[in-house]
């Protein structure tokens, strides 16, 4: 009996202590995250990525995210086939597919505030309400090959009349170092396929970021949000990655011959994939909003006439609009990207070619 006794007591001072060991630990976290929100409050980011089978960035493909840009927060939303926005488009509607990077994407605008979407406010009034529907696939820290790869992935499901990829001013940098695509051959223009390298160690931190509680967590919890800053400083931003806007190097900026060669490959098969889908191809140059000024890719307009793609370069008419004060068309501390005027200046930039092109294809 005092054996049996003794056990049973052990038993309840093992949970005892247990339970103990848990509340301490509950009320240093609270403690701390009271702590850290009254003295050092942590901007609330969101997940608002996922992977693709390749290994490449895409956009999650529902729900929303929080962000927080320099002085601008508020929340990502998303639909299906991972692209930007609040809903689907009328089953009627002709569909745009719009490829970019993170100014496509509008990052540290909210989804009224992307130039995509008040592109989507003038079709409505001009062309009616639900008669065209631009769906946002611009993608953070995208270039050319993944703006290819996603189209070769899911713009059968889109099924787009138009596609128009809007070229920003590191895109063919990171077209050249992604391992997606690569040149069959130093004379040719054929590309051989690969796909993105994921370490066992990428595999489980994207199964944790793409997790439906991780995002909730992150999201709510100033601790969480504060470890996963530390983590990023450590663990990515120590590292080069051109996924990082504004890191790359400008030295290679459309200077080298095989990266126009790559880019050339990399157009001429959109240009393939549209023609094989029964829709048009269209570029436009955005690089003017960028921080780093207005670059001119010189041979970019010829190279696109060869392959009968219709163009635009828009920065002209944007530098001339913001050169002389950029500071009230971008976010603050939001590496050169486009406030909410900024990109209502783009968008009223490129509409007159938007419009034009569209009634030419109806």
């Known amino acids: ?14 949970i005892a202590n247990v339970v103990l060991v848990l509340s301490a630990f509950v009320l240093a976290l609270l403690f701390a995250e009271t702590g850290i929100r009254l003295f050092a409050p942590q901007p609330m980011i969101g997940t608002p990525f996922e992977y693709a089978p390749r290994g490449y960035t895409i956009n999650k493909s529902n729900g929303t995210a929080l962000f927080s840009v320099g002085d601008s927060k508020g929340i990502y939303s998303f639909t299906p086939p991972h692209l930007r926005g609040m809903s689907q488009p009328p089953a009627e509607a ?44 611009g993608i953070g820290g995208s270039g050319t090959a993944e703006h290819l790869a996603f189209l070769e992935d899911f713009g059968e499901e889109i099924a787009p009349r138009i596609v128009l990829v809007f070229v920003n001013i590191e895109d063919f940098n990171r077209a050249q170092q ?27 931190s994207r199964k944790v ?3 439906d509680l991780y995002n909730f967590v992150i999201q709510h919890v100033h601790v969480a949000q504060l470890i996963r800053r530390g983590f990023i400083k450590i663990f990515v931003q120590s590292k080069p990655d051109v996924s990082i806007v504004g890191k790359e190097s400008k030295s290679t900026f459309g200077t080298s011959r095989d990266q126009r060669r790559l880019v050339h490959a990399l157009f001429r098969r959109m240009k393939e994939w549209c023609d094989s889908h029964g829709a048009k ?16 890719y010189d041979w970019l307009p010829k190279m696109l006439a060869v392959e009968n793609i219709t163009a635009i370069d828009s920065a002209p008419e944007i530098q001339s609009i913001i050169a002389s004060d950029p500071v009230p068309y971008v976010i603050p501390q939001g590496i050169g990207h486009p406030n909410a005027k900024g990109a209502a200046v783009i968008a009223d930039a490129v509409w007159p070619f938007i419009q034009s092109l569209i009634r030419e294809n109806q």
């Open 1 to 14: 009996m005092r054996a049996e006794f003794s056990s049973k007591g052990h038993g309840g001072f093992a």
């Open 94 to 137: 002709e569909r745009i597919l719009v490829l970019g990077d993170s100014f496509t994407f509008g990052v540290g605008l909210s989804d009224q505030d992307t130039y995509v979407a008040k592109l989507q406010e003038k079709l409505d009034v001009t062309f009616g309400t639900g008669r065209i529907a631009l769906l946002n696939g």
């Open 178 to 204: 992604s391992s997606l695509y690569h040149l069959h051959s130093n004379e040719s223009l054929e590309l051989d396929e690969g796909t993105t390298p994921i370490t066992a160690f990428n595999k489980l």
């Open 209 to 211: 970021t793409e997790s």
């Open 281 to 296: 191809l269209a570029v436009i140059n955005n690089r003017g909003m960028a921080d780093e000024g207005w670059r001119q």
